[in-house]
């Protein structure tokens, strides 16, 4: 298991998308809400690398874990 602590601005930057809090904040209300059905690796609007590195760093219980989770659970809110 990987111990690099990231933030989440950090998680926003490692997929390529801006990473100021605006950027972030719109990037939320354009994809939100994403259905419960749908696992976060699984949504449309990821390019195959995104949705690539979301899986692995689930599944590896990597450093970006904890922010991958966080990113899910914002993307669910209405």
Do not use: K, N, Y
């Not at 390529?16 to 809400?33: E, K, N, V």
């Not at 949705?51 to 899910?72: M, P």
């Amino acid at each position: 298991m990987e111990t690099t602590q990231h933030s989440f601005h950090e998680l926003f930057a490692q997929l390529g998308l801006p990473s100021d809090d605006g950027s972030i904040a719109q990037f939320l209300q354009g994809h939100s809400p994403l259905s419960g059905a749908v696992a976060l690796p699984d949504a449309d609007f990821w390019s195959p690398a995104q949705a690539v590195f979301l899986r692995e760093s689930l599944l590896q219980d990597s450093g970006w874990a904890l922010h991958v989770d966080a990113l899910s659970v914002a993307l669910r809110r209405p």
